[in-house]
Structures are given as structure tokens and as C-alpha cells.
């Protein structure tokens, strides 16, 4: 695995839209499938209702994000 250049990473959440949250509640780690929309400056925004997801990044704020490259949902 290569680090990207942050040309690369802006690039790559610019054009993918699907990807994994990762994210800790109650000491346990969690990942969870998402939509997102990167809005051209430095935010990634995506939705959800009130749940686990959002009670456990109003607690922790330190989340990571995976942008998932899909070639084809048929495979």
C-alpha cells in the first residue's frame, strides 16, 4: 500500500460517493456502509437518521472514512 499525495486524495473523494465509516461506541469498533458528497473544499457530508451512527460521533468525533472504488455491482 502507497500514501497519496493530497491532489490524490481530494481527487479520489471527489469521485466516489460510496464507502465505510469507521467509528467507536462504547469502546467497540464499528463499520458501517455509506453514502457521502464531498463538497469541493474540505467536508465530507452524509446523512443519517438519529441511530448508533450519530449518538457515537456526538460522543467521538474521531472517525475515519474508506472511499470504495466499485468497478461493477454485477460481480
Do not use: C, W
Not at 461506541?25 to 473544499?41: A, E, G, L, R
Request: no cysteine; net charge positive; aromatic share 10%.
Amino acid at each position: 500500500m502507497q500514501s497519496l499525495q493530497i491532489r490524490e486524495i481530494l481527487t479520489l473523494l471527489n469521485q466516489k460517493y460510496i464507502g465505510h465509516l469507521a467509528f467507536i461506541f462504547d469502546d467497540k469498533p464499528y463499520t458501517v456502509p455509506i453514502t457521502y458528497y464531498f463538497n469541493q473544499k474540505d467536508a465530507v457530508l452524509a446523512y443519517s437518521r438519529d441511530g448508533l451512527k450519530v449518538q457515537a460521533i456526538r460522543k467521538n468525533r474521531n472517525v475515519a472514512l474508506q472511499a470504495e472504488h466499485i468497478e461493477n455491482v454485477e460481480k
